[in-house]
């Protein structure tokens, strides 16, 4: 009886606590709405009119996405290119390529993109090519926008292309035989080897209706006047109706943007305008909404918010004992389970499994008595597991001793027959190998470091007959300092293949360790050929581990991002080459010794 009052006594609880919070809610709501509705209105406005132009200007970059990736196709003309580079001002361009721009116009665009005009210009601004599409006295465009260039708004043009802008330009101008705007798309042509070399340009004259194509199924919805200009341009095409109280604050405002002056949010006695900018192409998208719409929608949703006020107070009793019965109903389900598997039946699973929270905890309660099952049944496998693994670590050490092993007797043997070189060399790919592979500790100190890259050293100058020359400077205060192993040689093996494989003449490798304040410094330093120093260390910052798949300077990766992620992201490697000669490798790391650092010497 006394759970049986708790939860009724609750469910008591929740209907008030509902009741009141709902009633108090919905009065203080209807108080505030009438008072800042006028606020409210505007803001739900700006909120949609906002999207809508957002969704408008997101299908409008894919459209001139599209143009501009067929604008592109330019380039798969490789012997224009090249043409257009080698032109010596001597005509032959307009007598070889006078078709070019027609081959593009109908190869690379369809009839949707509404192409009227395609020219091609020098980027000294001579025409090359014209495609005009249907030439008739009333669809006529200009066979060069410079013949008369106020008029085309060529000037535009012309400005951009001595400018060193690099995204594409969206301009327009008004065609008196078409009676509209005619959109202007622009894009330079600059040379494929030399990227900062402009070669010439291409431009892409596309008929207004495709943009009020995309912008009338957004003018509906927000029941006033749109347009797109460009900052610091003319309007390029609008939509809707333009009332003649709003004309002054239209022109006003377009004013405004041509001259690189406009608001971007503009709130009127009886209009509001809203502004939505696209970076990529610089283009603002403009809507202006009359006031009385917005009126029009507060005192329809006033009427509707006290209707909904009178309904929800007649429902809400009603709704409210539903609510409080689903509630405490499987909570109380919950609870009796919980005890059960509380007293030993391990079994017992809640059966409460709805698509509600309560039903989501029931079943990923269910899920961990599951797996908690599981798990024990896995232990006794894990074990097992785990033993078998041991057994395969115990076993795998058998084949790096057999190698060593038979490094060994070959060095013996070569002594024995007096091949005195063959016998050092085994004995220093034998020390190799045993440093190599030897992972109890992840740490070696300086000392250590520098034997293990002598071992190497001296293979590789059997391999290379002494071609290199190496000079050490090492303090001999750091020897003991401790370094993850396998640190010094990959950097003097990056600068045998990377700085000096393909150098003529002397070959010298200085290798340096010092200590600067708590700093522990490996210079490597080659009189090789030179790298680019400024995009490998860009890569170095930012850890790039795509250059070990594409296996370019591995060890230098590997060992940067070691030394990140040991020691943090402070240190690491830099690297300092004009590109021309030489190149020097540092690492930089925190003077630490073998015995301060404790337990993380352990293997790994």
Known sequence: MGRVEKYRSMRGKILILCLMSTLVALLL?????????????????KDESYNLLNNMQNEITTFVKRIESNMIAVYNEKQFVQALKEDNSDGHLQKDYYKMAYNLATTRFDTSDK??????????????????????????????????????????????????????????????????????ICLKIYDTVSSKDKLGYIICDVDSSAFVKIMEKYSSHLQGYMWLQPEGDRVLVHSGALTEDNREFYEAVTEKIQNGTGEFDVYRKNKVLFQVPQEKYNILACSIVPQHILHQNQHALTQNLILIVLVMSALIT?????????????????????RKIKSGDTKK????????????????????????????????????????AEYKALQAQINPHFLYNTLDTMSSIAEIQNCNMVSNLCQSLSS?????????????????????????????????????????????????????????????????????????????????????????????????????????????????????????????????????????????????????????????????????????????
């Not at 500790?441 to 059997?462: C, D, F, G, R």
Request: with cysteine; proline share 2%; charged share 30%.
């Open 29 to 45: 709501q209807t108080v505030l709405f009438i008072r800042v509705s006028d606020n409210l209105i505007y803001g739900w406005t």
């Open 349 to 388: 699973r809640v059966s409460y499994l709805k698509k509600d929270e309560i039903g989501e905890l029931g079943l990923e309660f269910n899920q961990m008595l599951d797996r908690i099952e599981t798990l024990i049944g896995q232990e006794y496998e894990t074990k097992l597991l785990l033993n078998k």
């Open 432 to 604: 190799i190998f045993r440093y190599s592979l030897s992972m109890k500790t992840p740490y070696a100190t300086v000392s250590q470091e520098i034997v293990h890259l002598k071992n190497y050293i001296y293979v590789m100058n059997v391999r290379m007959r002494d071609e290199i020359t190496y000079r050490f400077e090492i303090d001999e205060s750091v020897l003991q300092n401790s370094i993850p192993r396998i640190s010094i040689q990959p950097l003097v093996e990056n600068s045998i293949q990377h700085g000096l494989r393909n150098k003529r003449g002397d070959k010298k490798i200085l290798i340096k360790v010092c200590r600067e304040n708590e700093i522990l410094q490996v210079i490597v330093e080659d009189n090789g050929v030179g790298m680019d120093a400024e995009s490998m260390n860009e890569r170095l910052r930012q850890n790039d581990t795509r250059a070990m798949e594409e296996g370019t300077s591995v060890g230098l990766f590997n060992i940067h991002a070691r030394m990140k992620m040991l020691y943090g992201t402070q240190f690491g490697l830099t690297i300092e080459s004009d590109g021309k000669t030489g190149t020097i490798v540092r690492l930089r790391l925190p003077c630490m010794r073998m015995e301060e650092l404790g337990n993380d010497k352990e293997g790994v």
């Open 318 to 338: 009603l709704v409210t004992v539903f609510v409080t019965k689903t509630l405490t109903r499987p909570l109380e389900q919950l609870t009796t389970t919980v």
């Open 115 to 184: 192409v009227v005009a395609v020219y091609i210009y020098r980027i000294d601004h001579e025409i090359i090519s014209t495609y005009r599409r249907a030439v008739t006295p009333k669809h006529n465009y200009p066979k060069d926008i410079y013949e008369q260039e106020e008029q085309n708004n060529a000037g535009k043009v012309r400005e951009y292309i001595e400018s060193d802008e690099k995204s594409t330009l969206i301009s327009s101008y008004y065609n008196p035989y078409r009676e509209k705007n005619i959109v202007r």
